[in-house]
């Protein structure tokens, strides 16, 4: 077998030719329906399969670039942070994998926070790239949205944030976990001052995100297909012991049960958006106040009122 593999299939190789250039590539399958999709098609469709409808992930600038009018938006940059604060090791130095995730998607975390108008309304956008390291939330991404919202409130702009996350990161420890209640005061920020938050709700949203500010919009978005949830199916299956219904955990079981609000496709998204932004903004004038008078005061009780008989 070794003579065959290390001698006569390079040998066979050199006869047939070169590897030709073509890439690999140029073809993906949708894990839903199987279909292959060529690639331009399908990034030009916004990474939803033409024939089953279903949604792949989105990389977090491709969004920015469809969610902001005219794909016009102002990136922030967000605080410097300590990169390894527990100098944690596992299979791999954690400062390693900071570094492979740096090197592979071209940022510095998980989240990119932008500013500019969606349907015409002021709004800032923190959006989760799931290619880091998973989304995984630690103190950079923490402080993205606190970021995020102090910017919000600064401009008197709609919230906007788009997990899409697998939780917080273990690499962080317990630093990780009090980005939830850090993430949620900055959230309770941005609705005292009237502002919109509104959540959209990307594949897959779970985790210390789940149970933090990804549940606390006002207005909860969702795309077709994406898993919500706290744990996976799995582990709560082995927990209860129980089978769960078909569907469990996806947008649209959720929204059946009436914990997100809506379920958009990806194309409908930034009209979506831009009108749930302008009906939250709207600031309402009040009732009419109407001075009390002799003639619009209540008739005194002793008086028997308006003499009026009661209705049979």
Same mark, same amino acid.
């Given at each position: 077998?070794?003579?065959?593999?290390?001698?006569?299939?390079?040998?066979?190789?050199?006869?047939?030719?070169?590897?030709?250039?073509?890439?690999?590539?140029?073809?993906?399958?949708?894990?839903?329906?199987?279909?292959?999709l060529f690639h331009r098609d399908l990034?030009?469709?916004?990474?939803?399969?033409?024939?089953?409808?279903?949604?792949?992930?989105?990389?977090?600038?491709?969004?920015?670039?469809?969610?902001?009018?005219?794909?016009?938006?102002?990136?922030?940059e967000l605080p410097d942070n300590v990169?390894?604060?527990?100098?944690?090791?596992?299979?791999?130095?954690?400062?390693?994998?900071?570094?492979?995730?740096?090197?592979?998607?071209?940022?510095?975390?998980?989240?990119?926070?932008?500013?500019?108008?969606?349907?015409?309304?002021?709004?800032?956008?923190?959006?989760?790239?799931?290619?880091?390291?998973?989304?995984?939330?630690?103190?950079?991404?923490?402080?993205?949205?606190?970021?995020? @919202?102090? /910017?919000?409130?600064?401009?008197? #702009?709609?919230?906007?944030? &788009?997990?899409?996350?697998? +939780? !917080? %990161?273990?690499? =962080?420890?317990?630093?990780?976990?009090?980005?939830?209640?850090?993430?949620?005061?900055?959230?309770?920020?941005?609705?005292?001052?009237?502002?919109?938050?509104?959540?959209?709700?990307?594949?897959?949203?779970?985790?210390?995100?789940?149970?933090?500010? @990804?549940? /606390?919009?006002?207005?909860?978005? #969702?795309?077709?297909?994406? &898993?919500?949830?706290?744990? +996976? !199916? %799995?582990?709560? =299956?082995?927990?209860?012991?129980?089978?769960?219904?078909?569907?469990?955990?996806?947008?649209?079981?959720?929204?059946?049960?009436?914990?997100?609000?809506?379920?958009?496709?990806?194309?409908?998204?930034?009209?979506?958006?831009?009108?749930?932004?302008?009906?939250?903004?709207?600031?309402?004038?009040? #009732?009419?106040?109407?001075?009390?008078?002799?003639?619009?005061? !209540?008739?005194?009780?002793?008086?028997?009122?308006?003499?009026?008989?009661?209705?049979?």
């Amino acid at each position: 077998m070794n003579w065959l593999n290390n001698y006569v299939r390079p040998k066979i190789r050199s006869l047939v030719g070169a590897k030709s250039d073509v890439p690999e590539n140029l073809w993906l399958q949708c894990p839903s329906c199987e279909q292959m999709l060529f690639h331009r098609d399908l990034e030009a469709n916004l990474n939803v399969c033409s024939n089953c409808g279903h949604h792949m992930r989105l990389p977090a600038r491709r969004r920015l670039d469809t969610l902001f009018d005219d794909g016009a938006y102002t990136e922030i940059e967000l605080p410097d942070n300590v990169a390894d604060p527990l100098k944690f090791r596992d299979r791999k130095r954690y400062t390693d994998r900071l570094k492979d995730s740096r090197s592979s998607t071209g940022r510095q975390d998980a989240i990119i926070v932008a500013h500019g108008t969606v349907g015409g309304q002021k709004a800032v956008i923190a959006v989760f790239d799931f290619l880091f390291m998973g989304g995984s939330m630690g103190i950079a991404v923490g402080n993205g949205i606190v970021a995020g @919202a102090q /910017l919000a409130v600064l401009q008197e #702009a709609a919230f906007i944030v &788009i997990p899409s996350s697998g +939780g !917080a %990161r273990m690499q =962080e420890g317990i630093l990780s976990l009090m980005q939830m209640p850090r993430t949620t005061i900055a959230v309770q920020q941005v609705k005292e001052a009237g502002l919109p938050y509104i959540v959209l709700l990307a594949d897959p949203t779970t985790g210390g995100v789940s149970a933090s500010f @990804a549940m /606390l919009g006002d207005i909860a978005v #969702a795309e077709p297909g994406a &898993i919500i949830g706290f744990a +996976g !199916a %799995r582990v709560i =299956e082995e927990t209860i012991r129980e089978k769960l219904p078909e569907g469990f955990q996806r947008a649209e079981y959720l929204l059946e049960h009436g914990m997100i609000d809506m379920v958009v496709p990806r194309h409908d998204l930034p009209e979506s958006l831009g009108r749930v932004i302008g009906l939250l903004g709207q600031k309402s004038s009040g #009732a009419e106040i109407i001075p009390v008078t002799a003639a619009t005061a !209540a008739p005194d009780a002793d008086s028997g009122g308006d003499g009026a008989a009661p209705a049979d």
